[in-house]
């Protein structure tokens, strides 16, 4: 538990430290969003008075606090492109994105792992350098080339499945209990739906999966190999313990504790990747909002998307670090 | 992980200049052979040359290197790959093969720029912050969590969008997200070079704090330092192209392999060249940097 605590206060330092990070980015940089967003049209006095509106005619330190104080009440400000509040923007748009998230980690992991310990313990088969082939053009390849080709080839060449979107125009989304519309379709026992759900979700998740799952089993990998060259392999496999055991139970363990801590490093390509795989797809999440946001230079939601993102992040990587703790007891003890 | 390569530049094990008793193969030669027996490293090798030299005469090469820029030839236009086009041509009658060999330079200096320049501050940071300790390395150590605590993509594109793209703006933004990576490892690897015995010799023989950090414990870093260089070279020329592609990074008629991918977006599935061979172009790119990455990674490591 203590660990647990410690674990979030460091937390807390980080965001601090975020926020201010991105609103000096924010407020001192050149550039003027509010004259962006009126438009080359707008008279002087239209552009003091929206700055006037929104505050940001004050000293730069009561602009930090307005804003941090508006975080904790869940206001986010108005966007300058839509001018409809953030915080109901995003709340509309995170369900989709955590969806795709979690499918596609879930897919990176079912994926990764099981090659990560099939190309260690077949090493220099040629199950192993087909393994490898894939996990280096998995981190290699452009995911919006990918997610292109993808698209090309079999939405709209073959029509297998759906090119845009989260689910048809002309479909009913299944009633809200989640936000997930997976869960959310089952829970309501519509079969038909799930798979048509599914069928949009398919292509962006997995997409967004590649390069994640080539980062897995490479890291696992190597991690498996350098473990099984250990003197407790060698002495539990002379005394007779059954290699799949042994690979498995201790192995695959020992081995992920390793690759873990580099897993929410990666939760940072994931997100990246997010972005633009929700933009190809016109996947309705934060990530195709961030894209717009900074297209318009709609300076009010990059802040409050980037601020989402890092927490994000950071909470992934806290869940990590907790989990680490958890398989390897060392850790919970002494330095971090 | 680098424990013994210090031998070879820390005073107390050198010894090399006192006597013609050692006949020392030069390093290079041991290196080249080594890289040489794996044939994956060879091929990186092979590409990344191939790239720098696209990168260097790259207009003397184009077979069309007007095409670059924002010509147009509408005679020619959406022609599929052929003789006399080998990567087709683009919506206004553009060379794809030379826009895609010219555009080798924009990537590359955006790579050079920004590993220069992520390591000109990380690197110090890094050793500072472990030599010294204390405060000063932990004030150091947090600024550096605050910008890891953020992913390097979403990072680069706020501040690229917020400063208007360009050039050297998509060049400063990667830079500033990517010093972090460099002062990290350097941070890790000083910590224990600083425990080292050569580093307490000098120490004790009255070498001041900032001649330690960079005589002694820099040099030490060299080979860690250029397995991340090259394999980190491919992972920012991915980040330039993403940001090229979101219509971020550097701007149109630019041919820059990220926006050559958007603009042939429109033209899919059925002019497929327009978006295959830039990204193809990437991909290549970037798996020859990872190769070689891992080869000098095996090279260097071998070496303890």
Redesign the interface.
């Known amino acids: 538990m203590r660990f647990i605590f410690r674990r979030m206060i460091e937390l807390a330092?980080?965001?601090f430290?975020?926020s201010?990070?991105?609103f000096v980015?924010?407020r001192v940089?050149?550039?003027d969003?509010v004259r962006f967003a009126l438009g080359p049209q707008a008279t002087e006095e239209q552009i003091a008075q929206l700055s006037r509106e929104m505050g940001l005619d004050q000293p730069l330190v009561v602009q930090y606090w307005r804003l941090i104080k508006g975080l904790f009440q869940g206001d986010l400000g108005v966007s300058l492109t839509t001018f409809r509040p953030i915080a109901g923007d995003l709340a509309t748009f995170l369900p989709a994105s955590l969806e795709l998230a979690l499918f596609s980690m879930s897919l990176a992991i079912l994926v990764g792992v099981p090659l990560g310990v099939m190309t260690a313990v077949h090493r220099n088969s040629s199950r192993d350098y087909i393994g490898r082939a894939v996990a280096?053009?998995g981190?290699?390849?452009?995911?919006?080339?990918f997610a292109?080709?993808v698209?090309?080839?079999l939405s709209?060449?073959w029509r297998i499945f759906p090119p845009l979107g989260r689910i048809d125009a002309d479909v009913r989304p299944p009633p809200h209990v989640t936000g997930s519309f997976l869960i959310d379709s089952l829970l309501v026992f519509d079969i038909g739906l799930f798979f048509h759900v599914l069928s949009f979700l398919i292509l962006p998740a997995v997409v967004l999966a590649a390069s994640p799952m080539a980062m897995i089993l490479r890291l696992l990998r190597a991690s498996m190999i350098d473990e099984m060259g250990k003197d407790y392999v060698l002495t539990a496999r002379a005394n007779g313990m059954p290699r799949n055991l042994l690979i498995h139970k201790y192995v695959l363990r020992n081995a992920f504790s390793a690759t873990l801590t580099i897993i929410g490093l990666l939760?940072?390509?994931?997100?990246?990747?997010a972005?633009?795989v929700e933009?190809v797809f016109s996947w309705p999440g934060i990530g195709r909002y961030?894209?717009r946001a900074?297209?318009f230079?709609d300076?009010n939601a990059?802040i409050a998307?980037?601020l989402l993102?890092?927490l994000a992040?950071?909470a992934a990587n806290t869940v990590v670090a907790v989990l680490y703790g958890w398989l390897d007891p060392r850790l919970r003890l002494g330095r971090r | 992980m680098t424990n013994d390569i210090p031998a070879r530049d820390s005073p107390i094990a050198g010894g090399v200049e006192d006597g013609p008793v050692s006949v020392e193969v030069p390093a290079w030669r041991i290196a080249v052979a080594t890289l040489g027996k794996s044939p994956l490293s060879m091929v990186g090798l092979g590409i990344v040359l191939l790239i720098l030299v696209l990168a260097i005469f790259g207009p003397w090469i184009a077979p069309f290197p007007d095409d670059a820029g924002a010509t147009v030839n509408f005679a020619e236009r959406l022609q599929p790959p052929s003789w006399k086009h080998w990567f087709g041509t683009d919506i206004v009658g553009r060379d794809v093969l030379s826009r895609v060999i010219v555009g080798a330079r924009i990537s590359m200096m955006i790579a050079a720029f920004v590993i220069v320049l992520a390591v000109l501050i990380g690197v110090p940071i890094g050793i500072i912050a472990a030599y010294w300790g204390g405060w000063l390395g932990n004030i150091l150590m947090?600024?550096n969590?605050?910008?890891l605590?953020?992913?390097?993509?979403?990072?680069v594109?706020?501040?690229?969008?917020?400063?208007?793209p360009s050039l050297p703006v998509v060049i400063a933004a990667i830079a500033l997200a990517w010093w972090t990576w460099f002062a990290r490892l350097a941070y890790g690897e000083a910590l224990h070079i600083k425990e080292e015995q050569f580093v307490e010799a000098a120490q004790v023989s009255g070498a001041g704090g900032l001649r330690i950090a960079f005589t002694e414990i820099l040099p030490n870093l060299t080979s860690v330092l250029v397995v991340k260089i090259t394999l980190d070279i491919?992972y920012v020329i991915?980040l330039g192209?993403?940001l090229g592609?979101?219509?971020?990074g550097v701007q149109p008629p630019d041919p820059e392999w990220?926006i050559m991918?958007?603009e042939g977006?429109d033209q899919?599935?059925n002019a497929?060249w327009l978006?295959?061979f830039p990204?193809l172009a990437?991909?290549v790119t970037?798996?020859g940097f990872?190769?070689l990455g891992d080869g000098l990674n095996d090279l260097l490591g071998a070496r303890q």
């Open positions: 330092v980080v965001m430290g975020l201010v990070l991105i980015i924010s940089l050149p550039g969003p280096f053009s981190v290699a390849i452009p995911v919006f080339w292109l080709l698209q090309a080839l709209f060449q939760f940072g390509f994931f997100i990246g990747g972005f633009i933009t961030g894209v900074l297209q230079k300076f990059i998307v980037t993102v890092g992040y950071a | 947090r600024i969590e605050v910008f605590a953020i992913p390097s993509l979403v990072f594109l706020a501040v690229a969008a917020l400063l208007g491919g991915l192209a993403a592609f979101l219509g971020l990220g991918v958007a977006r899919l599935p497929w978006t295959t990204g990437i991909f970037v798996i990872n190769l």
